[in-house]
């Protein structure tokens, strides 16, 4: 079952996506005996962020909006945090970064790699907090740039997470591979609203968020099977999975691993055991040893 | 074809209208509000009340009918719980839950200790403990009198079925003193089967420690920053297990395993852990 990500070793297919839990180093704790082959923390910036203010989050009919607005107590103080999980887990820990700047990317990356980091995800594709993440994520010359000088600061994989409100996803990919890095995540939320009819008003605080979860699964599917025919570097799969049949489908569609987020809501923290789990006898069904069998296998014709 | 995992049915905003408002004490408030999904919620389960424009609290809930109401008393204390208090009957708030697990009822000599505005959650259960006709004694305690929450209803209950002690701080009613003071010696003359506990967590925490030495199990609930109260954004963690998905009500066993937090530290809005207040 072990994968491969630009080399991480994974000993299953399934990340932690970021943005949930992974604050601290017992939840990650948890998540990794829950049976996830990878962790990927919060979105961790130079200085402290508050984040919004409630609601953050609101449910949609087939998924979740939410705008927490990027909380986290800064990399000095996360440090801490990464050096004991870097102690606590046995597999592989991946710090997502954000910041205002360039030098702001390259010194969080920096000093997370410093502090035990196995690999750093350049989360460039965030909708709901200006001067940042998709902001960055939406413009190739300046996510070039932002790629660049991160390679340039760490010898660690360095992940881009890649926004899908973007004109052409392939464009941007293209250029993330130019600018070095080593493996691409596909997709972060999909910027949405929800307002209710009573107040008139948008619920989130906020008023836009990115929607994840089973609504935005097609789209991220769609993603994963276009970038894979533009990119040799690997993809990992991201948005809506919640069972087996969603992670081989993005297998075959092209990603060599797959991130989980929202469906820990509904199917709790074994959702990684059952993924994994499924993954496997769909394998041996198929009479296949490895998961990287099926990577990119529906694009055979 | 299994259900939409993203899909959780409690957690659909419901704007409604406040149904009725009635004054606790000079701080605090009940709000009633008709919400066919709370009304089903069990005691220990809490709501995110939305204040439109304000900001969305997770409340206990204090009190949810058969006639498909479901009652949150609040105390001001920040921006929204003073936005609310500004409310009047009519006029729209937002409800999405009930949400996390509950008090398990077990045993039939029961000790509640509530502080504050913990007693809420507390009051929801002696109703269904008094139900069941189990021998409850109930530890109430406040600053001062005049904070002395439900105490008119527990006493409605009847001393027969709910043995009630009263302490304040200032002693304007009752014992003097914090309510966990008398708990110790109750805990050497009387065996308890369970306790349950809410209020400020350093009061739990003693309320914890006094049954640890009288080993007697303790349910307790616990507070902490929630935002998404679904178990994802993790800003209501204590240890390994997070308030709104695995909590708000704790057993004995599981408040060992978080020790080194429990009446100790929090995560602030930057996810920092923090000393208690």
């Given at each position: 079952m072990g994968v491969d990500l630009?080399?991480?070793?994974?000993?299953?297919?399934?990340?932690?996506?970021?943005?949930?839990?992974?604050?601290?180093?017992?939840?990650?704790?948890?998540?990794?005996?829950?049976?996830?082959?990878?962790v990927v923390t919060k979105s961790v910036s130079a200085k402290p962020r508050k984040g919004y203010a409630n609601p953050t989050i609101v449910q949609a009919n087939?998924?979740?909006?939410?705008?927490?607005?990027l909380p986290n107590p800064g990399i000095e103080e996360f440090a801490k945090e990464i050096r004991s999980a870097k102690n606590a887990l046995d597999v592989p820990l991946v710090i997502s970064v954000f910041g205002f700047s360039t030098e702001e990317y390259a010194s969080v990356a920096r000093k997370a790699v410093s502090a035990g980091a196995d690999g750093v995800e350049l989360n460039v594709s965030c909708p709901h907090v200006k001067n940042t993440g998709s902001e960055i994520g939406?413009?190739?010359?300046?996510?070039?740039?932002?790629?660049?000088?991160?390679?340039?600061?760490?010898?660690?994989?360095?992940?881009?997470?890649?926004?899908?409100?973007?004109?052409?996803?392939?464009?941007?990919?293209?250029?993330?591979?130019?600018?070095?890095?080593?493996?691409?995540?596909?997709?972060?939320?999909?910027?949405?609203?929800?307002?209710?009819v009573e107040t008139t008003m948008p619920i989130l605080a906020n008023r836009v968020g990115g929607l994840s979860g089973a609504a935005v699964k097609p789209i991220a599917l769609r993603h994963v099977y276009d970038v894979y025919d533009q990119v040799d570097i690997p993809i990992v799969g991201c948005g809506g999975i919640a069972d087996w049949r969603d992670a081989v489908e993005f297998l075959l569609a092209g990603a060599s691993a797959v991130q989980i987020g929202t469906a820990i809501a509904a199917e709790g923290l074994n959702v990684f055991k059952e993924v994994t789990r499924g993954i496997g006898t769909y394998l041996k069904k198929k009479g296949l040893r490895s998961v990287s069998e099926i990577v990119g296998l529906s694009h055979r014709r | 074809m299994k259900s939409l995992a993203c899909h959780i049915d409690a957690n659909h905003v419901r704007t409604k209208p406040i149904v009725r408002i009635e004054a606790e004490s000079p701080t605090v408030k009940t709000f009633i509000l008709r919400d066919k999904q709370c009304a089903r919620a069990k005691p220990g389960q809490f709501l995110m009340l939305w204040i439109p424009g304000v900001d969305e609290v997770p409340l206990s809930i204090m009190d949810a009918k058969e006639d498909g109401t479901v009652a949150v008393s609040v105390k001001a204390v920040g921006e929204a719980t003073r936005a609310l208090h500004q409310k009047r009957t009519g006029e729209t708030v937002g409800v999405r839950g009930p949400f996390g697990n509950s008090f398990v009822m077990r045993g039939q000599k029961?000790?509640?200790?509530?502080?504050?505005?913990?007693?809420?959650?507390?009051?929801?259960?002696?109703?269904?403990?008094?139900?069941?006709?189990?021998?409850?004694?109930?530890?109430?305690?406040?600053?001062?009198?005049?904070?002395?929450?439900?105490?008119?209803?527990?006493?409605?209950?009847?001393?027969?079925?709910?043995?009630?002690?009263?302490?304040?701080?200032?002693?304007?009613?009752?014992?003097?003193?914090?309510?966990?003071?008398?708990?110790e010696q109750m805990l050497t003359e009387e065996k308890f089967d369970m306790i349950y506990a809410c209020g400020p967590e350093q009061m739990i925490l003693r309320v914890f420690e006094l049954a640890e030495n009288q080993r007697v199990n303790v349910q307790a609930s616990l507070e902490r920053l929630m935002r998404c109260a679904i178990g994802l954004c993790g800003s209501c963690v204590i240890g390994k297990y997070r308030v709104c998905a695995d909590g708000p009500v704790f057993t004995s066993r599981q408040l060992r395993e978080v020790r080194n937090e429990f009446g100790l530290s929090k995560r602030d809005r930057y996810g920092k852990r923090v000393p208690l207040d």
């Open positions: 630009a080399g991480l070793r994974l000993v299953n297919p399934t990340m932690l996506a970021s943005g949930i839990l992974g604050y601290s180093v017992e939840t990650l704790e948890g998540v990794v005996k829950a049976g996830a082959g990878a087939c998924g979740l909006i939410n705008a927490v607005g939406q413009n190739a010359k300046i996510l070039t740039q932002v790629i660049r000088k991160v390679k340039a600061c760490v010898d660690k994989p360095v992940i881009v997470k890649l926004s899908p409100n973007v004109t052409s996803m392939s464009d941007i990919a293209d250029a993330a591979v130019r600018a070095g890095a080593n493996a691409l995540t596909v997709m972060n939320t999909v910027k949405a609203i929800a307002i209710d | 029961i000790l509640v200790v509530g502080g504050g505005t913990g007693i809420a959650p507390l009051m929801f259960l002696t109703r269904k403990l008094v139900s069941n006709a189990v021998s409850t004694t109930f530890v109430l305690g406040a600053q001062t009198r005049d904070e002395l929450l439900f105490k008119s209803d527990l006493e409605k209950l009847g001393t027969k079925r709910v043995r009630l002690l009263t302490s304040t701080e200032d002693g304007s009613c009752g014992l003097t003193g914090l309510c966990t003071e008398p708990l």
